[in-house]
């Protein structure tokens, strides 16, 4: 089952274009958020020094209001996203 569920992935990836494109797609998508969090003048922050930020997880911040924090991953939840907390 798993090399045939590894097919179905490969066939997904060189739909898109191969791994270069994907790659290209995966910048595009994390750039957008941290450019978002950049331009939001201090309303969020990314703790993560820029040099070593993932493509995969954008981890912020509401500095000004945390508690904020806790009524997103709240309403993340009641939506299906779960685990966003991460860790600190």
Request: aromatic residues 10%; neutral net charge; charged residues 25%.
């Amino acid at each position: 089952f798993s090399i045939y569920m590894c097919g179905l992935v490969f066939k997904h990836l060189l739909s898109l274009g191969g791994l270069d494109k994907v790659e290209q797609i995966n910048k595009a998508k994390c750039g957008l958020l941290y450019d978002t969090i950049k331009q939001s003048q201090g309303y969020y922050d990314c703790p993560v020094d820029p040099k070593v930020r993932s493509a995969m997880n954008v981890p912020f911040t509401i500095p000004e209001n945390p508690d904020l924090e806790k009524v997103f991953l709240q309403e993340a939840e009641a939506n299906g996203l779960i685990n966003l907390k991460g860790h600190r």
